[in-house]
């Protein structure tokens, strides 16, 4: 990245102008946003209620410090450097030191890590990636230290629902099945127990965006995210199902993911003897790898489709994330046993050296993501918006010139109020209205006030997509929104005269519900380390 600029993957672009969105906003006072102010050219989107804060929180940061063209370098560095140590502490609670660090390193630079920098930039799923070992390291102390485990899985599990949505529904399934095979173990229930309350508290501190993402999903057009080829079925290993450049795509991740199944499966029958040393790390460790193959291939369908919410996982191939966990460890102890470790260490560097650069090769780089976002918020042109989180009614595509749309051509700036209207006596129909004009007092994200002066009764049709959080109050006193489609922006019908016009961006007592849940939990979690710490200092 610093000879070739950013890796142009899949999710670059939805990344990238997300970040830019947050830190301009950041600049108008608002610290936590929730409406994507130049999503859908200008007319926006509830992005930031439906996708988890941490990795858009973190890229803004990242670009407000450092230049813009680094903050997509310096993330993916801080994440793999994390998972790199979150590796470390999981492995070190039952390696040798030797052995850790192997893991640890083999971990950090796994084969699913270069298919997410480079293929599809997806930082969200990254961060999610080093995050998971520690989850593993939560559900080990819960098994057993017992209660003293719990907030440290709670934590984790809290910031792997803030990390990525689709990740943390594998991390979901991945615990339970830890904490099953613990149970199994042990013959019996006390960590299911512990691990449920572990969940019961990560879920309660993550509720501020969980409550208000799953209430929420009825206001917007959610059910897109399984649209096209982005459903489980067409999403298998080495599936024959789609256009020739999405099959392609598929073919390049299957081969790494097989070859992931089949390094792990090796190294595992290679070091087995080592269960008896560590035999509860070992066979929670067996049965995720287990697990996460076998839910790659199409027998498993119907799982894909019953389990709650696993659909929305979308990719079987996914479930590389947690086989990359069981790939280090297995591979860090084969390596290590080796008589002639430098031997397997080289091999594995020129093994892995290879398919990076291979993938680097086959990588899009594009240095111009970054210049023309930047150009499209700075001249309020705005930026492409996303399926699913369009609210009902809006059809992003039916904007005026959205088919003409380019990078270098995109929508022109539109005032805050687009078009005058007013209804035809003769005709009744509706038709274009002449003498309004407007002043602009206040157009932020989150609050649009402006004053409006007309001979004659007229409808206002504002740059701005209708959704159940937007409040308008005309002259003092709350109005109804008005919408229509397919545009779906707001429409604010007036009398003749001149009106005060005020739009806010209110929070919904779904979001009042998550914060509070949140913010009990958060109580509930400083009580339980404060008590912690007491018995810990006592004789």
Known sequence: MFFLGNASGHDLVFHLSSWLDVAGQWREGIWFPRWAEWANWGYGEPRFIFYPPLSWLLGAALGSLLPWRMAPGAFVWLALVFAGISMWQVAGEFLPSREAAAAALIYTINPYFFVVVYYRSDFAELLAGALLPLMFLGALQVARKGWTGILLLAAV????????????????????????????????????????????????????YILPAAYEQRWVQISMVLGENLTPEKNFLFTHVGDPEFILFNWKISGVALAMILITALAAVFVGERRRSYPAAWWMILSLAGASALLMFPPTEILWRYIPKLRFVQFPWRWSIPLGAAYAVFLGIAVCRLRRAWI??????????????????????????????????????????????????????????????????????????????????????????????????????????????????????????????????????????????????????????????????????????????????????????????????EP
């Open 344 to 537: 397997a260490w080289l091999a594995l560097f020129i093994a892995t050296s290879a398919l990076a650069a291979a993938i680097i090769h086959d990588a899009w780089w594009d240095s111009m993501n970054y210049p023309v976002l930047a150009r499209g918020i700075r001249t309020d042109h705005g930026y492409e918006g996303t399926d699913e989180y369009a609210p009902v009614g809006f059809d992003r595509f039916a904007i005026p010139g959205a088919n003409q749309v380019t990078d270098d051509q995109p929508i022109p700036p539109g005032p805050p109020v687009l078009r005058y209207q007013k209804l035809d006596p003769v005709s009744e129909k509706t038709v274009p209205a002449t003498g309004v004009r407007l002043h602009t007092e206040e157009w932020t994200a989150e609050h649009r006030v402006f004053n409006s002066e007309s001979p004659q009764p007229v409808t206002l049709a504002v740059r701005l997509a209708d959704f159940p959080a937007w409040k308008l109050r005309v002259d003092g006193v709350d109005t109804s929104t008005e919408s229509q489609p397919p545009q779906g922006e707001i429409l604010i019908p007036l009398r003749a005269g001149s009106h005060h016009v005020e739009i806010r961006f209110v929070r919904t007592p779904d979001r009042t519900a998550g914060m509070a849940i949140s913010g009990i939990s958060f109580l509930a979690f400083l009580a339980v380390l404060l008590s912690s710490r007491r018995s810990a200092r």
């Open 157 to 208: 599990f809290a910031a792997l629902w803030l990390s990525n949505a689709p990740a943390a529904v594998i991390a979901t399934y991945s615990l339970c099945l830890l904490l099953a095979v613990s149970c199994a173990l042990g013959r019996s229930l006390r960590p299911l127990f512990l691990g449920a309350t572990a969940m019961l508290l990560g879920f309660g501190l993550a509720a501020f």
